[in-house]
């Protein structure tokens, strides 16, 4: 399948916060761990995984929240709550 790009480990850890939100907080290596057993050691590293965090945070797909520690989860959508 060759190299993964930033865009394909950050859409990988996207879909994980997505399946996890409201059930699971998700740290930040907890994303870095999944996403080198997925794309295998080779070719994905820590560096690779760090980049795509930056992307996804500096994208607004995801936020940091901080309860008791830092977890990366999707932003809120004011207007889905009741």
């Given amino acids: ?4 790009t930033v865009e394909d480990v950050a859409n990988g850890m996207y879909e994980l916060v997505k399946s996890t939100q409201g ?8 994303l870095i761990k999944a996403m080198i ?6 070719a994905c590293d820590k560096k690779l995984c760090k980049q795509a965090i930056r ?8 936020i ?3 309860v008791g520690g830092s ?3 999707l932003p809120e959508d004011e207007g889905s709550k009741s």
Avoid: T
């Fill in 1 to 4: 399948m060759g190299q993964p």
């Fill in 23 to 30: 059930k699971k907080n998700l740290k930040p290596m907890d």
């Fill in 37 to 42: 057993e997925e794309f295998g050691e080779d």
């Fill in 55 to 62: 992307q996804l945070i500096d994208s607004g797909r995801c």
């Fill in 64 to 66: 940091y929240s901080y």
């Fill in 71 to 73: 977890y990366i989860r």
